[in-house]
């Protein structure tokens, strides 16, 4: 073989080898941004350690009843993603708005660019990392509801299982009962709003050293959230 022919394959063999050792990096980094974008999705204020916003948000209906959390995402679209056509569509944060369900699989970047329009308004509030953190949640994190939470609002995972995973992995900080966080509420007392707690248990809580469980197997958490319906309020 020619002395160009071993060149080429040892530049070949040079790439294979970077893409090799760069892949597990790549989708570590897309873990955590998405991660981060779901507590961006949050309580983006709390999360970038920003005050919360004094005027109320601009497409905030003035028939909302929550204003002082108007700049939350979620008091608009909704934990399940699907604003006025899921949970909130039938409860008093109905604010007549659609979720984020159908930017799922879009292009991050037109994503990230929404997000920071004149209607959105986060221009000047989050960063360009901020929104495509967020943007990158939207697209590629948002988990299928359906297969943790049936059409009633019960958990599908399995409570024995869950205890295991809440003991070990989360019972440091909130108690074998789930009350021990002097800074929140109760484990057991988001019972009855599972959505919510499947969005804190694969992306943490926002602000918080709370670590997420994305990276995990998705059961883990759903079988926490099934736990978490034994725990007292």
Known sequence: MTKRGLTMIAAMALLLGMAWVQSPLSAAEVESSMARGGKLY???????????????????????????????CKECHGWDFKGKDGQFGKNDHNT???????MAG???????????DAKHAYS????DKDAMDMALFISKGLPDLNKYIDASGKPKGNPGKGEV????????CHGTDGKKV???AAVGALKDDPWQLLH?????QSGEAMPALRSLDPSVASDILSHAQTLPE
């Open 165 to 172: 995973y809440f003991n070990t992995l989360c019972a440091g």
């Open 96 to 102: 007549g708005i659609k979720g984020v369900t159908g």
């Open 200 to 204: 804190k248990s694969l992306n943490g």
């Open 42 to 72: 949050d309580n983006w204020f709390k999360e970038i350690k920003q005050p919360r916003p004094d005027e109320t948000h601009p497409a905030y209906p003035s028939s909302g009843k929550y204003p002082k959390q108007s700049w939350r």
């Open 106 to 116: 879009k292009d991050p970047k037109a994503i990230a660019a929404i997000i920071m």
């Open 124 to 127: 000047g509030k989050l960063g």
């Open 182 to 184: 002097s800074t929140g």
